[in-house]
Every structure is written in structure tokens, then in C-alpha cells.
């Protein structure tokens, strides 16, 4: 069965850093990426990672934030700097078993199939 748990979200003043983490099951996913869900919005896409190390960000969070994966624990990271107000959100761990290049947008939330519960993250100006 497949399990996605999120972890490291919290509150932290704009400019500070949180590290999240996602735990997979043992299955092995090709490509995992993070969601957002900021209160009355849409989910969105915020990076992504193919298992080779190819990433695709959303411009918002461009040169700020960093995706990173473990392939042998299957758990996905997304260090957050410089966090914004707009940033607070809950975020969301998603996967899926094929792979990169089969992907016609790495951050389309109908791309990924399996999803955890999510960590909220909140910023304060």
C-alpha cells in the first residue's frame, strides 16, 4: 500500500528557512513533487524531482526553495528559504510511478497519482 507522510511544517517569521520532508513506502517512485493549498486557492505546484535529479520549479518559489530526494529511503525534501507570507500554505507530497519523460507537466496536479495528507506551514510578517 502506498503511504506518502509529510513532516516540518510550522510557523516562522518572513525570511526564516523550514525543511520538509515526505516519507514514501518502500515502492519506488519515479517522479514526486510538492503541492500547495493556501486557504480559499487552488492547489499548486511547487517543485518537482525526476529520480535522475531533474527538477522543475514554480516561478514563485524559484531560487528560494530546493527540492532534493533520497532514492534509497524513498523520501523527498523541500528546503524552504527566505519564506514569504505568501507562503503559507498546506503542503502536499505527491508521486508516481512513471517516469520524467512521460510527464507533460512536472507541477499539473493530474500528473501524480498518490498523495499524503499535507504539513502546514505558516508565515508571519
Known amino acids: 500500500q502506498v503511504h506518502l507522510v509529510e513532516s516540518g511544517g510550522g510557523s516562522v517569521q518572513a525570511g526564516g528557512s523550514l525543511r520538509l520532508v515526505c516519507e514514501g513506502s518502500t515502492y519506488t517512485f519515479e517522479c514526486m513533487a510538492w503541492f500547495r493549498q493556501a486557504s480559499g486557492k487552488e492547489r499548486e505546484g511547487v517543485a518537482a524531482?525526476?529520480?535522475?535529479?531533474?527538477?522543475s520549479y514554480a516561478d514563485s518559489v524559484k531560487e528560494r526553495f530546493t527540492i532534493s530526494k533520497d532514492n534509497g529511503k524513498n523520501t523527498l525534501y523541500l528546503q524552504m528559504n527566505r519564506l514569504k507570507p505568501e507562503d503559507s500554505a498546506m503542503y502536499y507530497c505527491?508521486?508516481?510511478?512513471?517516469?520524467?519523460?512521460?510527464?507533460?507537466?512536472?507541477?499539473?496536479?493530474?500528473?501524480?497519482?498518490?498523495w499524503g495528507r499535507g504539513t502546514h506551514v505558516t508565515v508571519s510578517s
Open positions: 524531482i525526476g529520480t535522475l535529479g531533474t527538477t
Open positions: 505527491a508521486a508516481r510511478f512513471a517516469g520524467w519523460g512521460d510527464l507533460n507537466s512536472p507541477l499539473a496536479r493530474n500528473e501524480y497519482g498518490y
